[in-house]
Every structure is written in C-alpha cells, then in structure tokens.
C-alpha cells in the first residue's frame, strides 16, 4: 500500500509537471484540476488555522507578475491587437501556483513532512519516468495507439509528433520538455555536489548519476535542449567536486560517478553499433557531437536555423513597447518569423516587457536562494538558465519554482515541530 501511495504521488506530480488533457474531456488538462485541489486545501488550511496563510514571497511574486501582464496588455491596447498571450501571464501564473500548491500538500500529506531535496526527488522521478515512457511508446504500437487516443498533451498534439518522427512521453515533448529536463539535471547535480548523506552513500551515488544519464540521453532525444542542462550541470558538479584539484572527501563521489558513466558509455556505443532505430535517435540528441567529430563544426540544423532569425525591430516604438504579436497575426508560424525568446518578448511587449519578465525570475531566484540555504546554487543555475534558454525559445519555468514558493520555511518547520515536542 505504501508504494501504490508514493506511485500516486509520483503521477500526480507528473500530471503538475508534464499536464495532460484526456480526449474525453477536450478542454480541461491536469494542470487546472490540480489548481482547483491547490485552492480547495488552502481554502481547508485557512479555515483549520482560522487565519489567511500568505507567504511574502508568493504576494511579491504575484505583483511582479501583474507588472509584466500589465505592459504585455498595454501593449496590445496600444498597438490595437487581441494577441493575449502573455497579457494573462498573471492568471497562467495562478494557475501554476494553486497546482504546485495541491501537489507540495499531497506530498507534505504522505510524508509527513515537506522539503527542498523531497520535492526535487519527485521531479527527479518524474522525468526519469517521462523517459521510459518515450521509450516505450517509440517501441510498442499498442501502447502508443493507446496514449495517442486518449491523451493530449499540452505542448503539442501527438499527430504533429509523429509527423515529425520526434520522441515524445505522456505529456513530454520539444522544448518544453527540454527545458524542464535541463533543470533536472541541475538538481541531480547540486544534490550529488552538495548534500554529504548521498556522498557517504554507494547506492545513492549510483542511482543519481545513472538517473542522471537516462534524462540526459533519452531527454536529448525528446528535445536537444536538454543539452544547455547536461553542460551546465557537468560544470557546476566539475566546480563543486574540486575533480581539477581532487578532494579526499570526494573520492567516493568521483569513483561511483565515473564507474557507472563508462557502463553508461558502453552501453550507448554498442546500442548505437547494433540497433538502427538507436542509432538514429543517437544522432539526433547529439547531432552538434556527431557534427564535430566528422566535420570539426559544432553545429545543428536547429541552430543554423536560429542564427537566421535574429531579424531586430527597426523603429523605436516596437523596442520600447512592442508591437502585441508573439505569434503571427495569419495564425501560423512566429511573429516576423524569428523564434528566438529575447526578440519574440520584444516584439510583443518591448524592453520594458523584457526587463519586467527577467526582473519576475531574479526575485524568484533570490527568494528561492535565502529559503533554502543547502540548494541555494540550484537557483542561481535555474536564473542562468532561463537567460540561456531564452537564446534558443521562449519559454517560462515558474512551475519549477512555484514548487519551492509553496514549500514552507524549513528552519521554521523544524521550530514548530521541536515546540510540539
């Protein structure tokens, strides 16, 4: 029964992470079920505590938000266009904050207790799961026609996936996807670097590091994204570890970790030898590796591509308040046809937007970074990787931080269960 309950828990916090919708009930995903749960247990909580519960960081939070829909709705006013994309931003925001509230309850509620390291554990399962999942769906026609027929996900429709002979799990997809796995890593890393418990411990190591190979391979398969995750997190742990300069402490660490990456090596170069369906997925994750080694060019297709789109806004007004487009007013494709993150916030609500969204995710991170003093450099990781990430896409992970928002303070945790003892 135990295991059926943390299964559960390990779903329910896939379907806040990676949300769905089913076929049966077009319209209404995961994501806003789990929202309304999230306000059903703080409406019980407050009534239970007879007191509003409001963390000072989700009220800053929720005004830099309001800030940024501001300018995004003014400048679709201004510019006389209906584009509401991130005019709304604050309400997609709600949404997010009630579903990681539901989810950092249930979990709180099956535990016991509630903390930084535990939520990272879950997601970490997660996407760990989400890549076993592709696998399967890649390797098995009933199960894929099977979550092809009754699950959607949210980023984009499975027939556009398969159209695109692209690797997808339940909910997992592009660059989304991508984005989300390249903050998992960061986590394994800063976990494996920083906590002493799993560096004491054989096991744990092993299971980090080969946790951590699976989302970076099979994740790059799902999106090469997830690569700017894979480099930064290999750095940080190189930085933490002291591998330049090696530590007595970390020998343990060092040996576990290389052990189980040359297994893990092996492993993918005979697959890549032996199985043609792996090959080609290979080649795919790792088409800027394979690029260097046969040509000496670090390079992919999607690259190339991007490097083609920095097209700048030619007038004054469209720098400083946009011009209400993210997406092309015919409906298809990008705005002025550029996908890259910085130029598509620009041209739909100017620097001033752009400074207001990147201003939303430093508070996130420093108020992240003073709750949680063990895994503080995990936030500083996440802002650096937003500003990366916004290079490639545009794409917003305050879901990974909502998370830690509704995480009550740890030290005061601990306070109140020593004055119940």
Partial sequence: MKRIILFSTGVITSLYFFPIELTLFPGINSKMILAVVGVLFLGWNNIIRQKVLMYKEIMITSILACVFSFVGFYSIIYNNTNDYTYASYVVSMGVWLGGAFAVCQIIYRVHGYISCKLVINYLIWVCAMQCVLALLI?????????????IVGTVTDTESMNRLNRLYGIGAALDVAGTRFAAILLMIAVLAGNDNEIKADRKQIAMYVVLFVLIA????MISRTTTIGIMMAIAYFIYTTGILKIKRSNLKLLGMTMGVLLLSVFICIYLYNNVPEARSLFRFAFENVFNWIETGQWRTDSTDMLQGMWIFPESVKTWIIGDGYFASPSGKGYYMGVD???LRFIYYCGLLGLFAFSLYFVYLSGACYQKFPKEKHLFLLLLVLVFLIWIKVSTDIFLIYALF???????????NQMQKL
């Avoid at 890649?138 to 009754?150: E, G, H, Q």
Wanted: glycine share 6%; proline share 6%; aromatic share 12%.
């Fill in 138 to 150: 890649d390797n098995f026609p009933a199960f894929k026609m099977l979550v092809d027929s009754y």
């Fill in 217 to 220: 391979v099979i994740g790059s």
């Fill in 340 to 342: 890259v993150g910085y």
């Fill in 405 to 415: 928002l509704c995480i009550p303070d740890e030290q005061k945790q601990h306070n």
